[in-house]
């Protein structure tokens, strides 16, 4: 009789624990490249391309109830795009001579791989860096990526000739690569997050210069 008693309080001293750990239900969290000007994917969608209905019937096949760990469904794996920042300058001449101005062009950087998520998956934040929380940073193997780089290196004294009728802007252009999917998290079969994860990491950049006639 106490060992039937022993063992009834230690599966509700667990599944007490359990729900003092189970995490508050959130807002999508995103960072970094869904702050991009314009981003083109060669297959598959961003998840902020999804409507509401897909996430949800996605999220709902991803609660498969386990012991312990996470259930992972990747939608889009590792898929190329493209993108495009916001403006670095932009100089117009309406005049009938050329100008030619001088500028000095700052160092932009960002983190290499940032994140987004759904539901109650799980983001921390690291010297200004979010990546995901609870062991799913190494279950998807981007534990390594959230380093910082440059997206363009600092110029002093850059030389721009704006011809007349002209416009010449100057931006951020690079590749990077995308996966996105559900995930559902599990510790003793209780369900402690569910949801939509992505992460975009950046593969290279450089910054373009046009001039258009206006």
């Not at 309080?9 to 995103?30: G, N, Q, R």
């Not at 209905?53 to 469904?73: A, D, P, S, V």
Request: hydrophobic share 35%.
């Amino acid at each position: 009789m106490r060992r039937k008693f022993t063992l009834l309080s230690t599966l509700v001293f667990l599944t007490f624990i359990c729900f003092l750990i189970l995490p508050k239900k959130s807002e999508a969290i995103s960072c970094n490249y869904n702050n991009f000007s314009y981003m083109n994917v060669d297959s598959g969608k961003l998840l902020r391309d999804y409507d509401y209905e897909t996430i949800k019937q996605e999220t709902e096949l991803i609660k498969k109830k386990k012991f312990f760990g996470w259930n992972i469904n990747k939608i889009n794996d590792n898929v190329r795009a493209t993108f495009i920042t916001d403006l670095l300058f932009s100089y117009k001449n309406d005049g009938t001579t050329p100008i030619t101005y001088k500028l000095n062009v700052a160092s932009e950087t960002t983190t290499k791989t940032s994140v987004s998520t759904t539901g109650s998956v799980g983001v921390s934040t690291t010297a200004g860096n979010k990546e995901f929380k609870q062991g799913l940073n190494e279950e998807l193997k981007i534990s390594g990526d959230y380093s910082k780089i440059e997206l363009v290196k600092e110029q002093e004294n850059l030389e721009i000739v704006v011809d007349p009728h002209t416009v010449v802007i100057g931006y951020i252009q690079g590749e990077g690569r995308y996966t996105n999917g559900t995930c559902s998290y599990y510790a003793f079969f209780f369900e402690q997050q569910v949801g939509w994860f992505e992460y975009f990491t950046i593969t290279s950049s450089y910054m373009r210069i046009e001039k258009l006639a206006i």
